[in-house]
């Protein structure tokens, strides 16, 4: 089955070299199709040149975060939602790739969604893991949370709660990172997307609560208990000696690309 992998990206100094890293794990994943969702109002040269180079296949989508909905200079990372619009955006395109092609072409091999997000660290085992998804299957995230890992707790090979140390009792207490959703379920439920207004840490509970139960859940990466991806985030590079150089005229070239 082919994975569709969504990836919401924005306009930054470090983009260039996540979508690198990023592209460089794809390019050991078989039937892969990769899915970039650019958060601008149009698709931007660096990301266009970067996909065109990649050797990956791909699809190269845009959708801007409106305004009011996107964290402004000075805000706490975590107060506003991130990537809800680019991943629904993403999800329309499949839908209607899988419309005109009729139920037949691309539904039709069981094809699996993973929303990787362009700054974490996936290991190759995690795209195995995921590739026969029935509904929806979970694993845990390593470096989330303020903890180590989170997971789903399993037992006689069913999800029963989640180890987790943030308010257990929402719907789904799991990072975006630790599932992936068959395309067949997506499509059996048009409504299912992100709610960009969710509150914070029920962004994934938006998604997942109307798709399955947590009795339904897969649990991946035997049993829940490896750790096959990372949340890992990278930090804001400091500028302060290229600000200084600007200005005495001696900033670093604008011509070359970062
Ligand atoms: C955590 C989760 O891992 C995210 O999947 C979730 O979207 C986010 O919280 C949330 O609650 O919204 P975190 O590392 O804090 O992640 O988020 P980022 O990695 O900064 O952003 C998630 C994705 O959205 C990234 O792929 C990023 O490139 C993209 N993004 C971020 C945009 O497209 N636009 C932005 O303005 C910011
Ligand atoms: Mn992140």
Not at 127 to 146: D, I, N, Q
Not at 151 to 159: A, M, T
Request: glycine share 6%; hydrophobic share 40%; net charge neutral.
């Amino acid at each position: 089955p082919t994975i569709y992998v969504i990836t919401p990206t924005y306009a930054r100094l470090v983009q260039k070299a996540e979508l690198t890293r990023l592209s460089h794990t794809f390019l050991h994943v078989p039937h892969l199709h990769w899915i970039v969702v650019e958060d601008s109002p149009s698709p931007t040269q660096l990301v266009t040149n970067f996909l065109a180079m990649s050797g990956l296949t791909y699809t190269h989508l845009h959708m801007l975060t409106p305004k009011d909905r996107k964290l402004q200079e000075g805000d706490p990372h975590w107060l506003k939602p991130r990537g809800a619009e680019q991943r629904n955006e993403g999800l329309r395109w499949l839908r209607e790739k899988a419309a005109a092609d009729g139920g037949k072409g691309l539904a039709f091999d069981n094809a699996v969604i993973y929303f990787a997000d362009d700054d974490n660290t996936y290991s190759l085992q995690l795209f195995e893991e995921m590739r026969y998804t029935k509904k929806v299957s979970v694993w845990p995230v390593g470096l989330v949370g303020a903890m180590k890992f989170e997971r789903p707790v399993v037992e006689n090979g069913k999800v029963v709660r989640f180890h987790t140390g943030w308010r257990p009792n929402r719907p789904f207490p799991i990072d975006m990172a630790g599932f992936a959703v068959s395309l067949n379920l997506v499509l059996a439920n048009p409504e299912a997307c992100f709610d960009g207004n969710a509150e914070m840490g029920f962004l994934e509970s938006s998604f997942l609560q109307n798709l399955v139960t947590m009795e339904e859940l897969q649990p991946k990466a035997d049993m829940c208990t490896k750790v096959l991806v990372w949340h890992t985030r990278t930090e804001k590079p400091k500028m302060k000696r290229e600000e200084a150089l600007l200005k005495q005229g001696l900033g670093s070239d604008p011509n070359v690309e970062v």
